[in-house]
Nanobody, 115 residues
């Protein structure tokens, strides 16, 4: 069972930056896409960004131009660079790995943006 572990969350002022990372416990075989989702207070979980194993990235409109997703060469670490943070970005952020056989979620990490 692959474990996904997020790091890098915390408290930041509006306009600031944070970098989230998510490390897989082992090589993810037949990887399709690595994604970040988030769930704000009282909200449903929403997709934020994803990157394919070939490096093609996609973003939700709400974060486009501010967030950048990347994957390392070994395809075991997915990062989310978050710039220009807004209070509405406050949420628990989850990484997600989709393969052709199974899917894996991280445990989530808190990001809080103060105004």
């Amino acid at each position: 069972q692959v474990q996904m572990v997020e790091s890098g969350g915390g408290l930041v002022q509006a306009g600031g930056s944070l970098r989230l990372s998510c490390a897989a416990s082992e090589t993810i075989h037949r990887l399709n896409v690595l994604s970040w989702y988030r769930q704000g207070p009282g909200k449903q979980r929403e997709w934020v960004a994803d990157v394919t194993s070939s490096g093609s990235a996609n973003y939700a409109d709400s974060v486009k131009g501010r967030f950048t997703i990347s994957i390392d060469n070994a395809k075991t670490i997915v990062s989310l660079q978050m710039n220009g943070l807004k209070p509405e970005d406050t949420a628990v952020y989850y990484c997600y790995a989709e393969t052709y056989e199974a899917n894996y979620w991280g445990q989530g990490i808190q990001v809080t943006v103060s105004s």
